[in-house]
């Protein structure tokens, strides 16, 4: 009997303590900061005016303009919706109105908000926001962006109220999620690597915040370190591997990714969604020292003029004479009349398919949802465009666009795994749900 | 890729063609072209941009869809019922044009046309439109949006564009049932 009330006790206790430690958690007790007590000092308007030029280019190198403005919208005025699995988020207006952006904003304020993702008044931020990357940013660096920022015309436009489900719209609750996948540490230069490498490092890591799309996420949706960088699926589409093995995959040596990375376009095919928006509004600015480490880092060399060849192209793989027949028919009438008939591609019009990434990638996703979906047409930085590509989702069966996919992945990506009809036909289903 | 030839019939303009052999990958434009002597679809880009180029294709269920000819392959066509431009207007037993189409008629009313090289094109993309319309009627309100969506793809370098729009509401506003009140 008494044993059992022990037991009971016990339980009781660490039940209340566990309760008052997320009662703790939840007003904030726990948040850990990066941000040092320097920065409570506010900027003197000519440090401010010598700062932003710089800000100019570490917010290009950061993208933040390419969610702080909606298409069409006032220049750093918020409003792009921003989906996620439990509702939308829309980005914030951060230009310095003082009403609707953060021209009331103190630099510790901004501060806090771009490394530790907490608001003006302390609400945590969404990580839709990359703090989690963005802590990593030197305090020198979030100054300048911070300088660049006051330094723009005030838009007087108001933010727009998120659309999030319960319990999701609690913003406390990310005061859990900080504590699980805020890491506590900032960004640290490696003394054993190179000055590019490490540059590389900081690009990758802080600014550019690759992994929040291509490392995939945890079950809290925290980025999975232990995968960093190996590709993570986004809004249906493959933010593929870009790890050093993943980008030889699919066809890169250091100096071409660079080159990608400022163009947009390469052999080895073009930018498209997400990414284009990344060397539209970001990369294409970058400094070539600045894409040159990115380059290095991303294949773990110490200097990007040692690194690696490229890769050789894949071998092609056998596939069945049912599959090719079938495949090569399609291709002939639909695809050779711009990709060309040995998939050679016409300059400024359309890719080439021979080196193209897309085919040798693993999952067949990427490749199905543009045939499906089509490409609207870019314009590439300089004055480099390629023509849009037709959707052929009522042009091809679920066993048609199989079999081209088997062939063609076969045949220049050295794929050698049948995609099948359902394959096709969960990717349909997909993007009605 | 060695170009061997297959054997390929289609229906053009109600008439049966082939079995013919024709080699593969050959653009439908050629094939028009330079095999049925049907020149009216016409090459401006050749790369599926100004649908200039674009023909009938007649569905199984009856509806109409348009289709570039410079980037389809003519093989693509096997089996299928196509209409080209030269197709559109009622014809006599000689081949001898009697009676424009609607839209054909509109464009010439309105003026819709300068050199008349995307002309085609265009009488070929309001066909399919208006067909459209018949199954899905629109409201007054939307209808110059519709067309004007409908239309968007196709390029012409002589004109405003303007004319081909009011030309096509013409007709949809005078054809019962295309325009619900
Ligand atoms: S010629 Fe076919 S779209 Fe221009
Ligand atoms: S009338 Fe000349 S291109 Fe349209």
């Known amino acids: ?433 | 890729m060695t170009r061997a030839t297959k054997p390929m019939s289609l229906t053009v303009n109600d008439r049966q063609v082939g079995p013919v052999a024709v080699p593969e990958g050959l653009m439908m434009q050629d094939f028009l072209h330079e095999y049925l002597n049907l020149t009216g679809a016409r090459m401006g880009c050749g790369q599926g941009i100004c649908h200039a180029c674009t023909v009938v294709v007649e569905e199984e269920d009856g509806t109409l869809a348009e289709m570039r000819t410079c980037i389809v392959g003519a093989h693509w066509f096997e089996g299928r019922r196509v209409r080209t431009i030269e197709g559109i207007a009622e014809r006599d037993t000689d081949g001898a044009v009697t009676d424009l189409s609607p839209v054909q008629q509109a464009f010439i009313e309105h003026f819709s046309f300068q050199c008349g090289y995307c002309t085609p094109g265009f009488v070929i993309g309001a066909t399919v439109l208006l067909d459209r319309l018949q199954r899905e009627p629109v409201s007054r309100e939307d209808l110059e949006e519709v067309i004007t969506e409908a239309l968007d793809k196709h390029i012409c370098r002589c004109t405003g564009y303007i004319r081909y729009l009011e030309a096509v509401r013409d007709v949809a506003l005078k054809t019962p049932g295309l325009v619900t009140s």
């Open chain 1, 1 to 433: 009997m008494k044993k059992r009330f022990v037991v009971f006790y016990t339980a009781g206790v660490v039940l209340i303590f566990m309760f008052a430690a997320a009662v703790a958690v939840f007003f904030g007790a726990f948040q850990s900061s990066v941000v040092g007590s320097e920065v409570e000092e506010p900027l003197l308007p000519d440090e401010r005016k010598a700062l932003a030029e710089r800000g100019a280019y570490v917010a290009t190198a950061a993208d933040c303009y390419a969610c702080h403005t909606a298409p069409g919208g006032a220049p750093w005025a918020g409003g792009l919706p921003i989906e996620t699995p439990f509702g939308i988020i829309y980005a914030t207006n951060i230009s310095p109105d003082k009403e609707h952006g953060i021209g009331e904003w103190t630099r510790a304020e901004f501060h806090r908000a771009m490394r530790d993702g907490v608001g003006k008044h302390g609400a945590p931020l969404y990580p839709a926001m990359p703090y989690v990357s963005y802590r990593k940013m030197t305090p020198e660096d979030v100054d300048a962006v911070y300088a660049y920022l006051m330094s723009r015309e005030p838009m007087p436009v108001a933010d727009k109220t998120n659309e999030l489900t319960f319990p999701f719209n609690m913003r406390r609750l990310l005061r859990f999620w900080n504590l699980l996948n805020l890491p506590g540490d900032t960004f640290q230069a490696r003394d054993d690597r190179s000055e590019q490498w490490n540059r590389g490092h900081y690009v990758v890591d802080a600014l550019g915040h690759c992994g929040e799309c291509h490392t995939p996420r945890n079950v809290m949706m925290g980025m999975k370190e232990s995968a960093y960088l190996q590709g993570a699926v986004l809004e249906g589409m493959e933010a593929p591997d870009v790890t050093r093995e993943g980008l030889l995959r699919m066809g890169f040596d250091a100096p071409s990714l660079a080159h990608f990375m400022q163009r947009g376009v390469s052999a080895q095919g073009g930018m498209t969604g997400d990414m284009f928006e990344v060397v539209h509004f970001s990369t294409q600015y970058m400094r070539q020292e600045d894409l040159d480490a990115m380059a290095a880092y991303l294949f773990d060399v110490d200097d990007i003029a040692a690194a690696e060849e490229p890769p050789p192209q894949p071998e092609p793989v056998e596939v069945s004479a049912e599959i090719a027949a079938s495949a090569r028919g399609t291709y002939l009438n639909l695809c050779s009349g711009c990709h060309g008939a040995s998939g050679e591609g016409i300059p400024h019009v359309a890719v080439p398919m021979t080196t193209n990434i897309t085919l040798r990638l693993e999952d067949p996703r990427n490749f199905l949802q543009t045939v499906l979906h089509g490409i609207p047409e870019l314009d590439f930085p300089g004055v480099e465009r390629m023509q849009p590509m037709p959707d052929f989702a009522d042009k091809l069966d679920d066993q048609e666009l199989a079999d081209l996919a088997t062939w063609m992945r076969a045949r220049w990506g050295g794929q050698g795994s049948d995609v099948s009809p359902s394959d096709v036909e969960n990717l349909r289903r997909e993007a009605h749900d």
